[in-house]
């Protein structure tokens, strides 16, 4: 198999479509596998005649069937890691945007989970007009990504922004995407745990908390993204992690502990994002408590699983605390009491931290060391955490 990235070249019929001509022959020459599929116009700008030279494989156009190969638009779909669309019109713009399938590239598109990169090229008015900026804007939300377009001179005569980008600056765009990235935590596993515990007070209640699950999952997600071997052990949360993860679903934090420890042998790193319940209440009705005789609930500690983790394996260990105040006190206590190698605290109330896209942590860890990670999205968040715990576990 090859190690070569493969790129589907989408051409489309703009002025610019003899542009991708060269665009074809600079990512050849830089090591990239290249199809090339052309719309019907792009065909009235340039002949499928130049692509099949330059990649010296037949081009798909617009209805191209294959015998034997009924499911093309699912084959090449499958086959490329990148699709990047160059020139790309205001008319596929709007055909992407409302995921149009009406010929091989449209269906393509609409068949592929990977990165599509749009090099749009058109007259400045059609791309300032709201349908293009609507589109535009509704297609990066979507986690579409552009290249260009540039401010310039154009083909029309006008000059404004509009006209595609120079072909060696969008093969950087495609050299900065493709760039294999370093795995930080190749061959180590990593158990992790998210969301929060659920623990009975009868058949049909429970003490919980507002955790999303949310820091924890993409904890594990950047983990695994680093070539991890990740175990997740989760509780009760709706909040998912990458279909790749091994994952484990958990009610209370004795299930929880029981699952991590099933999971410590050859354990590196053991990261405990959970929000466990502190509390379970002392006796455990077994029959449905009558709303008349509920007075009091008697609770007691929880199990404690960092702590429990970190004292009886001697791996690195990595534990969250949620503090609504006192933040870098009572991290640094629990970094001593519990004896674990890292405390990430994070502050919460009733808007911040707990069940919220964003969270702000600060590390605390060996004799006074501290690393504010900022307020951050928690996706972005959980990249930098294991960014910099690489850094101290190293
Ligand atoms: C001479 C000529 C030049 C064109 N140049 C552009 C262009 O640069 N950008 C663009 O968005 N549309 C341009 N168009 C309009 C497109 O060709 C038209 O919207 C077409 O339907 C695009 O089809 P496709 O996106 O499926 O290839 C041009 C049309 C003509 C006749």
Redesign the pocket.
């Known amino acids: 198999m090859s190690k070569k990235t493969k790129i589907l070249l989408g051409?489309?019929?703009?002025?610019?479509a003899y542009k991708a001509a060269e665009i074809t022959r600079l990512l050849i020459k830089k090591g990239y596998l290249v199809k090339v599929i052309m719309?019907?116009?792009?065909e009235?700008?340039i002949t499928p005649l130049t692509f099949e030279t330059l990649t010296n494989e037949g081009v798909y156009q617009?209805n191209t069937v294959i015998k034997d190969k009924p499911m093309l638009h699912i084959d090449l779909a499958r086959w490329a890691d990148l699709i990047l669309i160059a020139?790309?019109?205001?008319?596929?713009?709007s055909?992407i945007m409302h995921g149009r399938a009406e010929?091989l590239?449209?269906t393509t598109c609409l068949a592929f989970d990977k990165k599509i990169v749009l090099a749009?090229?058109?007259?400045k008015n059609?791309w300032a007009n709201k349908a293009t900026q609507e589109n535009y804007k509704a297609l990066k939300r979507r986690g579409l990504i552009f290249s260009g377009p540039d401010f310039g001179s154009q083909?029309c005569g006008d000059i404004g922004t509009?006209r595609m980008k120079e072909p060696e600056d969008i093969i950087e765009d495609i050299k900065s995407l493709t760039k294999k990235k370093l795995k930080l935590f190749e061959n180590k596993k990593i158990v992790i745990t998210a969301g929060p515990t659920q623990e009975f007070i009868d058949p049909v209640r429970y003490l919980s908390n507002r955790s999303s699950g949310m820091m924890g999952c993409e904890i594990a997600n950047a983990f695994y993204d680093h070539g991890a071997k990740v175990i997740l052990v989760k509780g009760p949360c709706s909040y998912k992690e990458k279909d790749e993860i091994d994952s484990i679903e958990v009610k209370s934090a004795q299930d929880m502990l029981l699952s991590v420890e099933n999971n410590m042998s050859n354990c590196d790193i053991f990261v405990s994002v959970a929000a466990v319940s502190d509390f379970i209440v002392k006796d455990l009705s077994k029959e449905k408590i009558k709303s008349e005789s509920i007075s009091n609930l008697e609770l007691e500690k929880n199990t404690d699983i960092l702590k429990t983790i970190s004292q009886k394996y001697n791996i690195f260990s990595i534990g969250f605390a949620a503090e609504t105040s006192e933040l870098k006190s009572n991290a640094i206590k629990k970094l001593k009491e519990k004896k674990v190698s890292v405390i990430a605290a994070n502050k919460v109330s009733f808007s911040e931290g707990i069940d919220n896209e964003n969270n702000a942590i600060t590390l605390y860890w060996g004799n006074g060391l501290e690393k504010n990670l900022g307020l951050k999205n928690k996706k972005d968040l959980a990249i930098e955490f294991v960014e910099e715990i690489s850094n101290i576990y190293n």
């Open positions: 051409v489309t019929g703009g002025i610019a719309t019907r116009t792009a009235d700008f617009y020139p790309t019109t205001a008319e596929f713009l055909k010929d590239l449209t749009p090229s058109m007259n059609m083909a509009g």
